[in-house]
């Protein structure tokens, strides 16, 4: 093999596991206060995002917090410089798919959602 080729072969690589990294590392970097996305049962004819068939994988933190004894999610804290956000899924990302799905579930704060009858409102906090 020519001695180009095999440095472009060790270049393509070194580029393949370093995104590879950047992919994996930043779900397990995290600063300062975590996080929460909270759900509160609320009574209102008003309308609200159907979350029923919603999976856990895709709402990890939704259904997290509606399945728990106090209505709130794990906690979910942000990375340095904001690059954890570009490749991690957050409590963000579920209440504005919710808004962008049913807009007129939204709220000043976060979205209705409706789940087995009962009604919730889900916000992001950050006690």
Request: cysteine-free; hydrophobic content about 35%; proline content about 6%.
């Amino acid at each position: 093999m020519r001695r180009v080729t095999r440095n472009l072969l060790v270049a393509i690589a070194l580029v393949a596991v370093a995104l590879l990294a950047l992919g994996a590392l930043p779900g397990y970097l995290g600063s300062g206060d975590p996080y929460y996305l909270t759900v509160e049962p609320i009574e209102t004819n008003d309308t609200a995002a159907d979350v029923n068939n919603v999976s856990h994988r895709r709402y990890p933190y939704l259904v997290g917090a509606i399945e728990s004894d106090d209505g709130r999610s794990g906690g979910y804290q942000t990375g340095p410089y904001g690059m954890k956000e570009w490749f991690t899924h957050t409590p963000f990302d579920e209440v504005d798919a919710l808004t962008q799905q049913v807009p007129n579930a939204s709220t000043e704060t976060g979205v209705r959602v409706r789940r087995d009858g009962e009604v919730y409102h889900a916000e992001v906090i950050r006690p």
